[in-house]
């Protein structure tokens, strides 16, 4: 197994600064890149040169964190990169010219305070903390994700469009799917730097597309979805075309999601698992799906960010927009696959590939714990079709709905204790003062639609 799936229950250590400056050398490396992400989930990184390498392993590289959206004030600008030696890979070559540049490798990075104490905005460190919580408590949390993306061409002028690159629909062969090449291709770089790639395939809308990797621990996921979105946007660019993670880039067509199926364990057992149970599920399992739901209105701000998050939650393109859960339809929020055993877990179908990878699995995994930690019991699973059932249907089956835009998604959000105490104060103040910011600049901008409905008309 290599680095890069290696479970974090597994008894092996991580790699040393001299086994990491070993690889370094001998993979004739000559720039290193520490990564990290911003509250929002703008990956950045600083990159070194060969010299500084053993600076870096050391964890003394510094940058401004006042220039990083939501860190920090100009006056307490410093900030550590202590990198994370088990995340480190050498990247394949995307190009020829790339190559002859020489070899790049990526460390992922946790942000730290100049005296070396964790830095609270650090969106890792929110998850690491809540990843501690399940472990005290006798739980590991794995994650598998099924990001869904869009392939665009670009203009003569190399600007973005929204003109897909093909007409493919669901499952699709070539030459109809276009991007069959391209999937491979991404599957290919991610391979060769230590994915196990389960699925890849043609979505629903034209031009979109899926690349499912195998479920590892939560922080090891987090990580992951940061690489693949880097890779799949470079990868694109190699082929002239853009690759766009909006959850919503077209009318009428089904939006982009990002599907997490999620699962405890406990001593290396399935702690979802019961074939006794209701649906061969554990009371634990139980918990955990009525915490996500109770909590459901206040983590859609951080699993669904975006102005445009909310033209993908609206019924009739598959995405929920309901707050159950089911064994067999897809229109519920929580989904039961069929399988059991090691398999058993719960698929959350709202979150969308704009997200902050870590934000996202912190705050999904905070409602689950809690859901354990108060006894939570979930309401009675719903097997029909929800988006067929009447209002005073969804009534009696004590079915919510899920926020309607950004704005009251942000305001559910700030009424949720458990999940803005999973946050941590610095995130949570700068997240929604981000956001309120956002929602505002989007509502005092006239739209198109709007004068092509209302100017010839009022």
Same mark, same amino acid.
């Given at each position: 197994?290599?680095?890069?799936?290696?479970?974090?229950?597994?008894?092996?250590?991580?790699?040393?600064?001299?086994?990491?400056?070993? $690889?370094?050398?001998?993979?004739?490396?000559?720039?290193?890149?520490?990564?990290?992400?911003?509250?929002?989930?703008?990956?950045?990184?600083?990159?070194?040169?060969?010299?500084?390498?053993?600076?870096?392993?050391? /964890?003394?590289?510094?940058?401004?964190?006042?220039?990083?959206?939501?860190?920090?004030?100009?006056?307490?600008?410093?900030?550590? @990169?202590?990198?994370?030696?088990?995340?480190?890979?050498?990247?394949?070559?995307?190009?020829?010219?790339?190559?002859?540049?020489?070899?790049?490798?990526?460390?992922?990075?946790?942000?730290?305070?100049?005296?070396?104490?964790?830095?609270?905005?650090?969106?890792?460190?929110?998850?690491?903390?809540?990843?501690?919580?399940?472990?005290?408590?006798?739980?590991?949390?794995?994650?598998?994700? $099924?990001?869904?993306?869009?392939?665009?061409?670009?203009?003569?002028?190399?600007?973005?469009?929204?003109?897909?690159?093909? *007409?493919?629909?669901?499952?699709?062969?070539?030459?109809?799917? *276009?991007?069959?090449?391209?999937?491979?291709?991404?599957?290919?770089?991610?391979?060769?730097?230590?994915?196990?790639?389960?699925?890849?395939?043609?979505?629903?809308?034209?031009?979109?597309?899926?690349?499912?990797?195998? &479920?590892?621990?939560?922080?090891?996921?987090?990580?992951?979805?940061?690489?693949?979105?880097?890779?799949?946007?470079?990868?694109?660019?190699?082929?002239?075309?853009?690759?766009?993670?909006?959850?919503?880039?077209?009318?009428?067509?089904?939006?982009?999601?990002?599907?997490?199926?999620?699962?405890?364990?406990?001593?290396?057992?399935?702690?979802?698992?019961?074939?006794?149970?209701?649906?061969?599920?554990?009371?634990?399992?139980?918990?955990?799906?009525?915490?996500?739901?109770?909590?459901?209105? /206040?983590?859609?701000?951080?699993?669904? !960010?975006?102005?445009?998050? &909310?033209?993908?939650?609206?019924? /009739?393109? $598959?995405?929920?927009?309901?707050?159950?859960?089911?064994?067999?339809?897809?229109?519920? @929020?929580?989904?039961?696959?069929?399988?059991?055993?090691?398999?058993?877990?719960?698929?959350?179908?709202?979150?969308?590939?704009?997200?902050?990878?870590?934000?996202?699995?912190?705050?999904?995994?905070?409602?689950?714990?809690?859901?354990?930690?108060?006894?939570?019991?979930? !309401?009675?699973?719903?097997?029909?079709?929800?988006?067929?059932?009447?209002?005073?249907?969804?009534?009696?089956?004590?079915?919510?709905? @899920?926020?309607?835009?950004?704005?009251?998604?942000?305001?559910?959000?700030?009424?949720?204790?458990?999940?803005?105490?999973?946050? /941590?104060?610095?995130?949570?103040?700068?997240?929604?003062?981000?956001?309120?910011?956002?929602?505002?600049? &989007?509502?005092?901008?006239?739209?198109?639609? $709007?004068?092509?409905? &209302?100017?010839?008309?009022?």
């Amino acid at each position: 197994m290599s680095r890069q799936t290696k479970s974090t229950s597994d008894s092996s250590q991580p790699p040393s600064r001299e086994s990491v400056l070993a $690889e370094l050398q001998q993979g004739e490396v000559k720039f290193l890149r520490l990564q990290f992400t911003d509250i929002l989930g703008t990956t950045k990184n600083v990159e070194v040169p060969k010299s500084q390498f053993f600076k870096a392993l050391n /964890g003394d590289v510094t940058f401004d964190g006042s220039a990083v959206e939501g860190f920090t004030r100009v006056e307490e600008s410093d900030m550590l @990169l202590r990198p994370d030696l088990s995340t480190f890979l050498i990247y394949p070559q995307f190009s020829r010219e790339e190559g002859e540049r020489g070899r790049v490798a990526r460390l992922i990075c946790d942000v730290a305070l100049p005296d070396g104490t964790p830095f609270t905005g650090d969106p890792r460190h929110v998850l690491k903390t809540q990843v501690e919580r399940a472990r005290a408590l006798g739980f590991e949390m794995f994650v598998g994700t $099924e990001p869904e993306f869009f392939l665009f061409e670009r203009t003569a002028t190399g600007l973005g469009s929204t003109v897909t690159h093909d *007409k493919a629909g669901y499952f699709d062969l070539a030459p109809i799917d *276009k991007g069959e090449r391209i999937r491979r291709e991404i599957a290919n770089k991610l391979v060769e730097m230590g994915f196990e790639i389960e699925a890849a395939h043609h979505e629903v809308a034209p031009g979109q597309h899926e690349i499912d990797f195998r &479920y590892a621990p939560a922080l090891e996921t987090a990580d992951r979805i940061a690489t693949f979105k880097f890779v799949v946007k470079r990868v694109a660019l190699e082929y002239g075309l853009l690759a766009s993670f909006l959850p919503k880039p077209m009318p009428g067509v089904n939006g982009s999601g990002m599907h997490c199926h999620l699962s405890l364990f406990r001593g290396g057992e399935n702690a979802f698992a019961d074939p006794s149970g209701d649906h061969g599920l554990s009371r634990t399992a139980e918990q955990f799906i009525a915490g996500v739901l109770d909590h459901a209105q /206040g983590i859609t701000a951080i699993t669904n !960010p975006l102005v445009n998050s &909310y033209k993908r939650l609206v019924p /009739g393109f $598959e995405a929920p927009v309901n707050i159950a859960w089911s064994t067999s339809n897809r229109s519920a @929020l929580i989904r039961i696959p069929a399988k059991r055993g090691n398999s058993t877990r719960a698929e959350v179908r709202m979150p969308d590939p704009s997200c902050n990878p870590y934000l996202a699995l912190a705050v999904m995994l905070a409602a689950g714990l809690d859901g354990i930690e108060q006894k939570m019991e979930p !309401p009675p699973a719903i097997q029909r079709n929800i988006f067929r059932m009447t209002v005073r249907e969804k009534r009696h089956h004590r079915v919510k709905e @899920l926020p309607t835009d950004l704005r009251e998604a942000v305001e559910e959000l700030q009424k949720d204790t458990v999940i803005a105490q999973a946050l /941590g104060d610095h995130v949570l103040d700068h997240f929604v003062e981000a956001k309120l910011a956002e929602w505002r600049e &989007y509502s005092s901008t006239v739209h198109p639609w $709007e004068l092509e409905r &209302y100017l010839d008309l009022i």
